[in-house]
């Protein structure tokens, strides 16, 4: 279930994607699930397509959902998934430290303070 | 001629009588009431108004749409029974005889086919009265099959294109024994209407799944699911009885095609006899693969808001239960809730229209 406050300080786009992402990860909407068309989402809470549409590229550029033609949208974010691109990520740092020649334990030091958990 | 004067009549007077129900408050609250205690969903009471007048809304196009099928249906029950060489005002019942019951049947498929569209027409149309507040919507995409059961949708479809096929072989048959027209008329109208039910049925049902659900709460979302659930089922009723009357119909006008094109009557009578076995069998499997799992009347609950479904269905078990206890006079009858619906009802609403998330919805 979505729900957009139109009084709210939050811009419904943020409200929007914020909802999905949190039912997404959560394992409410899981891989494969089948999101309403842009159109249909916009006249059901009374917001403009745009609104909608800007908040599906977003989760669509950062791999969480993704267009299928006339399939529509679906999620495609999994925890499988999100694990794999995690993992890249990491491999992809690992290597840039290296390039550098840094020094991993103050990379990882850096690693965790920028996620916060430092 | 009798047979469809009395089918545009008692369709008129339905129609009136729909229409007189709506008229009061009371009547429109009790037309609620008796819509919530059928699909298992509560009337929260803030949304006691927009649900009834969104139910006499529905109601007031059915009822429009069975007074204006009654007068079209005449006129094709008139046009059926004089190229039939029917005698206008012979009152004789069923089989192929002057008066035949069975020349009704495609201004009858005509008038299910007026009251789908207005019915669908006013599910398209539905106002958005929600205004500047906090809007609800579904974050999955819904099909028809999230109303109506699919193996219905199945042997509609598989009914209704029967039926059609049907019409071509005895519109084929008849073009080669002219003799035969008369009898095979009604059926080949059938079968053609039959056909046209089913795509005012594919259309106009897609369109009402597309359009918009303007809610205010998940509770007045689960109720607009529910009306939609109600006014797609109607709709659907119109290729599936016209697909299962085609195939009834033969057991009475092939034996007579046959007789007609002179043929022993036995070979008539043998095919009636087949028909006839098989219209049961089919009646079975549809019962069966539509009531399997459950009542199709509360599919939408169980797809769409599988929370209260469950919490329905555990109420229930537990009325029959205690029930049985005081049957067996194991407990006092003061210990059931006397309306157990009711009681579903209040409790199994999706959510309060407070404005929360509800976790009973997908």
């Not at chain 1, 989402?41 to 959902?65: F, H, K, M, Q, W």
């Not at chain 2, 803030?46 to 005449?74: H, K, P």
């Amino acid at each position: 279930m979505l729900g957009i406050d139109p009084r709210s300080a939050v811009p419904p786009f943020e409200q929007l994607r914020v909802q999905l992402m949190a039912q997404i990860t959560s394992g409410e909407l899981t891989a494969g699930a089948r999101l309403p068309t842009v159109r249909r989402l916009a006249e059901d809470l009374g917001i403009a397509p745009n609104t909608v549409a800007r908040c599906y590229r977003e989760l669509e550029a950062s791999g969480v959902i993704e267009t299928r033609g006339r399939n529509g949208t679906v999620v495609a974010w999994s925890p499988d998934s999100a694990d794999r691109e995690i993992e890249q990520a990491a491999r992809g740092f690992a290597d840039r430290v290296r390039a550098l020649g840094g020094d991993p334990a103050r990379a990882l030091e850096l690693a965790r303070a920028a996620l916060g958990t430092v | 001629m009798f047979w469809i004067l009395a089918f545009s009549i008692a369709l008129a007077v339905a129609g009136v009588v729909l229409l007189l129900r709506i008229a009061t408050a009371t009547g429109r609250a009790r037309r609620a009431d008796a819509l919530a205690r059928r699909l298992g969903l509560a009337i929260p009471p803030q949304l006691q108004g927009v649900i009834e007048s969104r139910i006499a809304r529905f109601t007031r196009a059915n009822a429009i749409g069975m007074l204006l099928a009654a007068i079209v249906s005449a006129p094709i029950g008139y046009a059926i029974a004089r190229a039939t060489g029917d005698d206008l005002w012979a009152s004789r019942g069923f089989g192929n005889a002057s008066g035949s019951a069975v020349n009704i049947w495609p201004g009858a498929g005509a008038a299910l086919v007026v009251v789908g569209v207005f019915i669908a027409a006013s599910a398209i149309t539905l106002r958005d009265d929600t205004g500047d507040e906090v809007r609800f919507a579904r974050s999955t995409a819904v099909g028809l099959d999230d109303y109506i059961p699919r193996a219905q949708l199945v042997l509609l479809r598989i009914g209704t294109i029967g039926s059609g096929v049907l019409a071509a072989l005895l519109a084929a048959v008849a073009v080669a024994a002219p003799a035969t027209l008369p009898a095979a008329l009604p059926l080949i109208g059938t079968g053609a209407i039959g056909v046209i039910a089913l795509i005012v049925f594919e259309v106009f049902g897609r369109r009402i799944v597309a359009a918009r659900q303007p809610s205010g709460s998940p509770a007045e979302l689960a109720w607009n699911d529910a009306l939609r659930s109600t006014q797609l089922t109607q709709l659907a009723s119109a290729p599936g009885l016209l697909g299962y009357y085609s195939l009834l119909g033969c057991a009475f006008v092939v034996p007579r095609m046959v007789e007609l094109g002179g043929a022993p009557g036995w070979i008539g009578g043998a095919i009636g006899l087949i028909v006839v076995v098989l219209i049961a069998a089919v009646g079975v499997l549809v019962l069966t693969l539509v009531w399997g799992r459950g009542n199709p009347q509360t599919h939408f609950l169980r797809r769409l808001w599988p929370e209260v479904a469950a919490q329905n269905a555990a109420l229930a078990t537990a009325t029959t239960l205690a029930q049985a206890r005081v049957d067996e006079g194991l407990a006092p009858a003061s210990g059931i809730d006397s309306e157990p619906g009711a009681a579903a009802l209040g409790s199994g609403a999706p959510v309060t229209d407070s404005g929360e998330r509800s976790e009973g919805g997908r």
